[in-house]
C-alpha cells in the first residue's frame, strides 16, 4: 500500500469515527435532558426519580412500587464527584461512559 493511500484511509476512519463521538455525544445530551432538573439544571435525586419510569423504564422499585428515594440517591452519588448531590452533564458523560465500556467501542477507529 502506498503512502497516499494510507493517509487517505486513516483520513476516513478519523472522520468515522468523530461521526460515531458526534452521534453518541448527542444521545448524551438528549438523555441528560430528559433527566435534569427542569428549574436547577442538573440530575438530582427528584428529578432522576421523577423521570426514572418514563426515561430508565424502572417504574418497579424496592418493592414493585415506585423507585426510592435510596436508589436514586445511589445512582446520583455513583457519580457525583464534586459532593453537590447532583450530576453535571460532564458527571453524567462520564458515568455513562464509565458504566458502559461498550459505549465507545463505536467510536474508536
Known amino acids: 500500500m502506498n503512502h497516499h493511500h494510507q493517509q487517505k484511509q486513516e483520513s476516513s476512519t478519523n472522520v468515522a469515527g468523530g461521526v460515531h463521538a458526534k452521534s453518541l455525544l448527542l444521545l448524551l445530551r438528549a438523555r441528560f435532558r430528559l433527566l435534569a432538573d427542569l428549574t436547577s439544571g442538573p440530575i438530582t435525586t427528584k428529578s432522576l426519580r421523577r423521570s426514572a419510569a ?7 422499585g424496592a418493592v414493585g412500587g415506585e423507585i426510592t428515594v435510596e436508589e436514586t440517591t445511589a445512582m446520583v452519588q455513583e457519580g457525583d464527584h464534586d459532593s453537590d448531590n447532583a450530576l453535571s452533564k460532564v458527571e453524567f458523560y462520564v458515568l455513562m461512559v464509565r458504566l458502559s465500556p461498550g459505549i465507545m467501542g463505536d467510536t474508536e477507529g
Not at 418514563?54 to 418497579?60: A, M, P
Open 54 to 60: 418514563s426515561v430508565l423504564g424502572l417504574g418497579g
